[in-house]
């Protein structure tokens, strides 16, 4: 006879959805067990009742009488029909849209999903026919574009579809997929059980040359010069795209549009708009990661910092041998996301089939708010310790996703403070480039690799072989495995070949270390003169730009300091200038308030002559340039609540800003500091702030075409008037010109001994 393995009631929790499945297990094993009595019942219904469920009936005392009343309670709170079909049918209609028809194990855990709640619904004795017409196009609409015109391909004859026809699509669907699958995969990787006789694999150490049907390791991929025939496609050699580093992101990017290739999935005959590939694993935007801008940038600046710390004492040229040791223990790790009520964390996380229980950081678990679905006491015996420590750790379910095909399983861990402060080490880059040539990529980024990772996650026994699908024996003492989470390394890497590296390092000896001058940066207070410019092309700039200063009623006027042949070249901007008014104008309309402090600032123009209205014939002038400008609101401003603002940097499509066309002069910040020092050289110092500075200095008659806007004749919405600056505008790259030019011309002529 055999022996039949022992039977384990479904801890329920409390979700609606779940309780017809333990409700059906508890009501066969033990309620309807005449064998059992009423105490032994009830002391099996609190074992198997967990969280919410649990808090139910946990003011009843364990007794005869108070078995069948607890039931009651039970089945009233949690067993009502109308609540278990509404839970259901909100499973139905919360499903994730499929995101991709060719991804067997997505479309097959999509189908056993629907079909799990439809059964649970028949159960409850509720038709198909009620809700058919409803479910069905709604499941529908979370098909991709591609599955959908299948379907209605399929159902063309007939003149109106159901839940029933839409199933059974989609049974047929997965069938043909896995067909399909089985046939062009015939090496698929092994689960748990089966033999593993890989002939590639097995016995060939790490790195040593294969007669299989994969590339050269990852070592032969530094020293190899001979062409791959699925080699990268920026450069043509051997390794793969995304990894190549022999060209930088702007000319990746030409080849692409110069090959019409998408710049998702750098295939051919594809567009971004429609393709479905995945986003750039460094910033999450809509391009490849071999012509992302964000990763290049912080790529080089690594490559500044580092060489930061290199000392300048080497004179002559010298040969810098570096020998990578690949040598240490890799221990089975992954990245994963956690899921939680609103947001979800990336965290690293550790197979360990030697621990009893799954643990997971106390501070994840709280950030993330996941649901405590009860307690456990534990006895953590520590290594070497003799006595055990007692704790009492809070349970949590926790939703594990797959950070690369977005698998997701649900777990239950204990909390604790720290699972270790220890930090394990991840493969190197070189290791993952090999994996991902045999077909076997690891979750790791660019970003984790040859750094040490913190353990935020722990998985025991309990669910170590839930997660664990298969593995494969690299080489005599490293094994990759496969998991729910992705694949993991495992073992030693002392047999990978050492990769030797030569490089030429030409350096010139400096007077002062790069410590000292961190050290005398460090003393003047961050501030350093690399903006300052001191040549001959400044210097003419302010020359010239003085000496056109005038002086006319009592106020300064000054000419625009154009940048050699741009005035010409300057465009009109009118179209976008318009264009943009007439979105202010809309936005006048939604806010009145608004339009009136709007209006106030521009009569105040008027009366203080800052700015004034251009006749018809000044318009008709082609020799000009408009400024569009918008509103700053600040609330916690007294005097000047609002303040119009001039956009100096507008441009029309292929033409120049007026910034582009003004000299910019020097950068007046970094003589803060000797402003601040000179303040101590006399015994009093005055100091008072300049009312609009920038509006009291005129503009020259010949430069005013080129500071016109537009806004509604005397505010009324019917006609638009445009004006002209006579003073100097706000939010130009030249503001801070005059100004400087002003104050120290005045203190020059008027108040010589004034410092």
């Given at each position: 006879n055999a022996k039949l393995p022992k039977l384990k009631i479904q801890t329920y929790y409390g979700d609606p959805s779940e309780y017809l499945n333990f409700w059906n297990q508890f009501e066969n094993a033990v309620d309807k067990n005449s064998s059992l009595s009423n105490i032994e019942k009830f002391s099996y219904l609190f074992s198997s009742l967990g969280g919410d469920a649990l808090s139910c009936i946990k003011g009843f005392a364990i007794s005869d009488d108070n078995y069948e009343s607890a039931i009651k309670l039970l089945k009233d709170t949690f067993g009502q029909t109308d609540v278990l079909i509404n839970a259901h049918v909100s499973k139905l209609l919360n499903m994730s849209p499929l995101k991709n028809s060719s991804n067997l194990q997505e479309l097959r855990n999509f189908y056993f999903k629907c079909q799990t709640q439809i059964r649970s619904l028949?159960?409850?004795?509720?038709?198909?026919?009620?809700?058919?017409?409803?479910?069905?196009?709604?499941?529908?609409?979370?098909f991709p574009s591609d599955l959908a015109l299948e379907f209605s391909k399929a159902q063309i004859s007939s003149s109106n579809h159901n839940l029933e026809d839409l199933m059974k699509f989609l049974h047929d669907v997965v069938s043909v997929r896995q067909r399909t699958f089985?046939?062009?995969?015939p090496s698929h990787p092994p689960h748990r059980g089966e033999n593993l006789q890989y002939k590639q694999f097995v016995r060939l150490p790490f790195g040593a040359p294969s007669r299989s049907k994969f590339a050269s390791s990852a070592s032969e991929m530094l020293t190899n010069a001979s062409p791959s025939t699925s080699g990268c496609l920026f450069c043509g050699q051997g390794h793969l795209s995304h990894l190549c580093e022999n060209s930088d992101a702007k000319k990746k990017r030409e080849k692409l549009l110069r090959e019409k290739r998408c710049l998702l999935c750098c295939n051919l005959n594809c567009f971004v708009k429609k393709c479905k590939g995945a986003v750039c694993s460094f910033c999450n935007s809509r391009h490849a990661r071999a012509i992302c801008f964000k990763l290049e940038n912080?790529?080089?600046?690594?490559?500044?910092n580092n060489?930061?710390?290199?000392?300048?004492?080497?004179?002559?040229?010298?040969?810098?041998?570096?020998?990578?040791?690949k040598k240490g223990v890799l221990l089975q790790c992954v990245k994963v996301d956690i899921v939680g009520n609103k947001i979800s964390d990336c965290v690293y996380a550790l197979y360990d089939n030697g621990s009893e229980r799954t643990f997971l950081r106390k501070g994840i678990s709280e950030k993330l708010g996941l649901r405590v679905v009860g307690s456990e006491k534990l006895n953590i015996y520590s290594f070497g310790a003799r006595k055990p420590r007692s704790q009492v750790c809070r349970k949590v379910e926790v939703k594990l996703r797959n950070i690369l095909d977005g698998r997701e399983v649900v777990i239950e861990a204990?909390?604790?403070?720290?699972?270790?402060r220890a930090s394990i080490r991840v493969p190197d880059w070189d290791?993952?480039?090999?994996?991902?040539?045999?077909?076997?990529?690891?979750?790791?980024d660019v970003e984790d690799l040859s750094r040490n990772c913190q353990i935020s996650l722990l998985v025991g026994a309990d669910y170590y072989w839930d997660l664990v699908k298969g593995f494969q024996r690299l080489n005599s003492s490293l094994v990759a495995v496969e998991t729910v989470l992705g694949w993991s390394?495992?073992?030693?890497?002392?047999?990978?070949t050492e990769s030797i590296l030569v490089n030429f390092v030409i350096s010139e000896r400096e007077l002062v270390s790069a410590e000292v001058r961190r050290f005398w940066e460090l003393e003047s207070l961050g501030i350093r003169g690399d903006g300052i410019d001191t040549g001959l092309n400044e210097q003419d700039i302010l020359k010239e730009f003085d000496e056109s200063i005038q002086f006319v009623d009592n106020r300064y006027c000054v000419k625009l300091p154009w940048k050699e042949g741009m005035q010409e070249k300057l465009g009109t901007n009118r179209q976008v200038a318009l264009r943009r008014f007439n979105s202010l104008v809309e936005r006048f309309k939604r806010d009145p308030e608004l339009y009136r402090e709007y209006g106030k600032v521009i009569n105040g123009y008027l009366e203080e002559g800052i700015v004034e209205r251009c006749t018809s014939e000044r318009l008709a002038d082609e020799s000009s340039f408009y400024l569009p400008h918008h509103a700053v609101v600040r609330d916690d401003k007294v005097s000047s609540r609002l303040r119009i603002v001039f956009d100096g940097a507008s441009h029309a499509e292929g033409q120049y800003s007026l910034n582009d066309c003004l000299n910019t002069g020097p950068n007046l910040y970094p003589n803060l500091f000797e402003l601040l020092i000179k303040f101590r050289e006399n015994a009093v110092t005055y100091i008072a702030d300049i009312r609009q500075a920038f509006l009291q200095i005129l503009i020259d008659?010949?430069?005013?075409?080129?500071?016109?806007?537009?806004?509604?004749?005397?505010?009324?919405?019917?006609?638009?008037d445009g004006l002209e600056f006579h003073s100097c505008l706000i939010r130009t790259y030249t503001e801070s010109l005059p100004t400087r030019s002003y104050i120290e011309i005045s203190f020059r002529k008027k108040y010589r001994l004034v410092p």
């Open positions: 028949d159960s409850l004795g509720v038709k198909s026919d009620t809700y058919s017409v409803m479910l069905s196009a709604i499941i529908l609409k979370l089985q046939i062009q995969s912080s790529k080089n600046q690594k490559s500044e060489s930061e710390k290199l000392s300048n004492e080497v004179v002559s040229t010298a040969t810098n041998c570096m020998v990578n040791d204990l909390e604790i403070e720290e699972i270790s290791v993952c480039v090999e994996m991902e040539k045999r077909g076997l990529a690891l979750t790791f390394l495992q073992g030693r890497c002392d047999e990978l008659a010949e430069d005013r075409p080129f500071t016109r806007f537009f806004l509604e004749g005397r505010f009324e919405f019917r006609q638009i």
